[in-house]
């Protein structure tokens, strides 16, 4: 991936080296990616969001090309409180937040702990506690055994392709090329899989804590993005979430699935730069 005035960076948090791209001019806005994801996520929108802020696209300890760690707490708050320390070792006082399926609860866990470094959030088909099927699927999912030869066997088998990737979308021919290998670049490094079994493990405690945590953030700023035929968090999660907000809008985006970054992008963008600056008008 290379977008031009965005470059790649490390950070050291918890001891563990942490990879960003950044770049822009404005105010800073972190992007959190969702479970699967990694800045790569992110490829379609720098060039837009750049000349209106100073963007950090992390990936998440565990995913992309920072560091795996089997004993690393995979639970919101945890992820929320390493984002945190990033903030600080990037020097980072406050932020506009974008995160993304499980990153839009990271997102809201952060806020929650630290509201005073959240000017904005962009939460876009955030995890959240009306996701009823994923109560049930993430522990599911979670109890498959795991170990050094399961994510080879997933690579091999097209798996990441068939179940993860192509249901993100509404229309799998939306699909760009070059999607399928920029995400089996990182999940092919040994312990993506684990992680990302980890992080389901704690997936209701998650949701309970974070429904806990809502009241805290009422106060924010809030966009709320969701695809019309997203197939992995319904939009019908959007209205209660939206009842927990003062200040909240939500943009549908007709026809697209549960990652309209990628697959209507520019529809996303013009969402994303419109509150971005109506916000700071």
């Not at 080296?17 to 990616?33: D, K």
């Not at 950090?56 to 320390?85: I, K, N, T, Y």
């Not at 980072?92 to 904005?120: C, F, K, N, Q």
């Not at 939306?174 to 990302?196: K, Q």
């Amino acid at each position: 991936m290379n977008v031009p005035g965005i470059g790649e960076h490390f950070a050291t948090v918890d001891n563990l080296r942490l990879r960003y791209l950044r770049g822009g001019a404005g105010p800073p806005l972190v992007l959190i990616h969702g479970l699967i994801g990694y800045s790569f996520s992110w490829r379609f929108n720098l060039a837009a969001l750049e000349p209106h802020a100073t963007l950090f696209a992390v990936d998440q300890p565990g995913m992309g090309f920072s560091d795996r760690d089997a004993s690393m707490d995979c639970c919101l708050s945890a992820a929320a409180e390493r984002l945190l320390r990033f903030f600080d070792v990037v020097k980072i006082e406050s932020a506009d937040v974008l995160g993304t399926s499980h990153g839009g609860g990271v997102a809201m866990m952060l806020a929650a702990m630290a509201p005073e470094r959240v000017r904005r959030l962009i939460l876009v088909a955030p995890v959240s506690p009306w996701l009823r099927h994923g109560r049930l699927l993430a522990p599911a999912l979670a109890a498959i055994p795991a170990g050094g030869r399961l994510q080879p066997l997933v690579v091999r088998l097209g798996l990441l392709h068939r179940f993860l990737l192509r249901r993100q979308y509404a229309d799998a021919r939306r699909v760009s090329p070059g999607t399928l290998e920029g995400y089996l670049a990182a999940f092919r490094i040994p312990g993506t899989l684990d992680y990302a079994r980890r992080v389901l493990r704690a997936w209701r405690g998650d949701l309970r804590e974070l429904e806990r945590v809502l009241p805290r953030i009422a106060h924010i700023p809030t966009l709320v993005v969701w695809g019309s035929r997203d197939g992995v968090v319904s939009p019908a999660c959007a209205r209660p979430l939206l009842r927990n907000f003062e200040r909240a809008q939500l943009v549908t985006l007709e026809g697209a699935g549960h990652v309209p970054y990628e697959e209507v992008p520019e529809e996303f963008n013009r969402a994303l730069v419109g509150f971005l600056t109506q916000q700071q008008g």
